[in-house]
């Protein structure tokens, strides 16, 4: 079974920068779609970025536009986001996903069917 572990997460001062990083297990990433998404306290699960099984096509919440950047290794069936020009307004519990649908990267939460545990991005004014 397809296991999803994030790393990376931690305090920031606002302007400053991330990189999570989200570990597979298995020998079919780079056969999937990946996501990221995050949940702030009180919030809703909210659609960060997402990538294609080759890393050719990429997809972003307009909230992080310009500011992160999703990239993969599928040699190292890992999957990252780079988080740059961090806001109090970003800090919440961050998961990466996968989807299973095959012509599929977009925002919808219903899509992914494998998520990791999560990590605490927490920007501080």
């Known amino acids: 079974q397809v296991q999803l572990v994030e790393s990376g997460g931690g305090l920031v001062q606002a302007g400053g920068s991330l990189r999570l990083s989200c570990a597979a297990s298995g020998r079919t990433f780079s056969a999937y779609n990946m996501g990221w998404f995050r949940q702030a306290p009180g919030k809703e699960r909210e659609f960060v970025a997402a990538?294609?099984?080759?890393?050719?096509?990429?997809y972003y919440a307009d909230s992080v536009k310009g500011r992160f950047t999703i990239s993969r290794d599928n040699a190292k069936n890992t999957v990252y986001l780079q988080m740059n020009s961090l806001k109090p307004e970003d800090t919440a519990v961050y998961y990466c996903?996968?989807?299973?649908?095959?012509?599929?990267?977009?925002?919808?939460?219903?899509?992914?069917?494998?998520w990791g545990q999560g990590t605490q991005v927490t920007v501080s004014s």
């Open positions: 990538i294609n099984w080759s890393g050719g096509s990429t």
């Open positions: 996903a996968r989807t299973s649908y095959s012509d599929y990267f977009g925002e919808h939460p219903s899509r992914y069917d494998v």
